[in-house]
């Protein structure tokens, strides 16, 4: 028998709460976060790549 939660979690499709509004400040932190992780993301696997490459051959 499954147990149903008294509180139903927040789903990301749920479309009653309206989004949420940033600051032209906060939208450049963001974005500077967004590319920063992207670089890191990038280089990651740029190094995978090369040593991929290194073991095969």
Partial sequence: MTRQSEERQASLFD?????????AAQM???AA????????IAT???NAEIGD?????
Avoid: T
């Fill in 33 to 40: 976060l967004v590319e920063a992780l992207l670089r890191e």
């Fill in 44 to 46: 990651a696997l740029a």
């Fill in 15 to 23: 479309e009653d709460e309206s989004p949420v509004e940033l600051a």
């Fill in 28 to 30: 450049v932190d963001l």
């Fill in 53 to 57: 490459e290194q073991d095969n051959g």
